[in-house]
């Protein structure tokens, strides 16, 4: 190998480090969003269980302080 081979392949080397970086970062951005996007699901979840609860707590008054059917 001479001089000249040995520059380009360096070259293509270093060619191919910079695509892989500017991969690796993409994927960086994109898994970010994701943790993102999947922590604001989570606070949804959270909030919607809240008020499912307290909905459900709100509608299970024991029996004997219910009114009676409108049929009595």
Not at 1 to 17: G, Y
Not at 27 to 38: A, D, G, S
Not at 45 to 52: A, D, H, R, V
């Amino acid at each position: 190998m001479n001089d000249t081979d040995l520059i380009a392949q360096l070259e293509s080397l270093e060619t191919r480090l910079m695509h892989q970086e500017a991969s690796l970062d993409e994927i960086t951005r994109t898994l970010l969003r994701q943790e993102q996007l999947v922590n604001r699901q989570l606070q949804a979840i959270e909030t919607l269980q809240g008020q499912l609860q307290s909905l459900t707590d709100a509608g299970s008054s024991p029996a004997s302080e219910e009114p009676p059917p409108p049929h009595y």
